[in-house]
């Protein structure tokens, strides 16, 4: 049996697959012929699950309550901020209470970032713009499509050295009204694949996040370039968004995806 794994084009997805990906890991190991790799845009990978589309996804938190018929979240591969989130940011200094109106890109009204931004700019008007590549954000701001943006995984890093203004960290927002981690994607499996086989992959998944963390310097010499980021900005990036969390949502961030979503039902 051959497991079809989707994830994103950013670092932290392919950290947490990278053991798979590059066989260090043997899915054999777990009764799985091999593994395949897709990977593309948040909003594309959302549309992917609801479509029923591949084994495990990587998706936003505010989709999963729409895909819980087909769909488990798996308590490990998350993406959790702890007081740092999305940031959306403009080319001009702004106040949040200043987006009122204001053309906001967001990647995907499907996404959890879009969530967020509706919350902490309920006034603000949303276009969608694609979160993948990451260019054609900051080519948004700069033509003017959008009056301010915001940026997912490393464009939070890199936005201060193109001049941008930060408007607000949306993971800060959140902490500070709901006094929780911000749980901003994870990786859904398919119900269909039945109780033994959900275990089998769930497992494999743990421990290809688990290799990677104890492999770390290894996985960010094979996969800083890929992104475009200097070894430096690719290790702070990791370390925001692929840690322990990573490997467990952990009580508090389970009590923050139930704030932001409702209850969901996790695989094994």
């Known amino acids: 049996m051959k497991l079809s ?105 499907t996404t959890t970032c879009a969530r967020l931004v509706a919350l902490a700019a309920p006034d603000a008007q949303q276009i969608e713009v694609p979160s993948a590549p990451l260019e054609l954000a900051f080519s948004a701001l700069a033509d003017g499509v959008v009056d301010a943006c915001a940026l997912i995984h490393e464009g939070r890093l890199t936005y201060g050295a193109r001049g941008l203004h930060l408007v607000c960290d949306l993971g800060k927002f959140w902490h500070q009204t709901r006094g929780l981690p911000l749980p901003l994607g994870g990786n859904v499996i398919r119900r269909a694949l039945g109780d033994e086989a959900i275990l089998r992959a769930s497992t494999m998944l743990r421990d290809s996040i688990a290799y990677s963390l104890a492999h770390r310097d290894e996985a960010l010499d094979e996969l800083a370039g890929d992104r475009g980021l200097s070894r430096a900005q690719a290790d702070e990036y990791l370390r925001l968004y692929a840690n322990d969390d990573t490997l467990d949502y952990g009580d508090d961030g389970r009590r923050a995806i139930a704030a932001l979503v409702g209850d969901v039902a996790f695989a094994p």
Do not use: C, Q
């Open 5 to 109: 794994l989707a994830y994103s084009t950013d670092l932290d997805d392919a950290f947490m697959f990278w053991p798979l990906a590059t066989g260090r890991l043997d899915a054999k190991k777990y009764g799985f012929d091999e593994t395949a790799h897709l990977r593309s845009d948040t909003a594309t990978l959302n549309r992917w699950a609801r479509e029923g589309a591949h084994d495990v996804v990587a998706v936003s938190i505010a989709a999963v309550p729409s895909l819980a018929e087909e769909w488990l979240l798996l308590p490990h591969g998350g993406s959790v901020g702890r007081d740092y989130g999305p940031v959306i940011v403009a080319e001009r200094a702004l106040a949040v209470d200043e987006l009122a109106g204001l053309r906001v890109g967001v990647p995907g009204a």
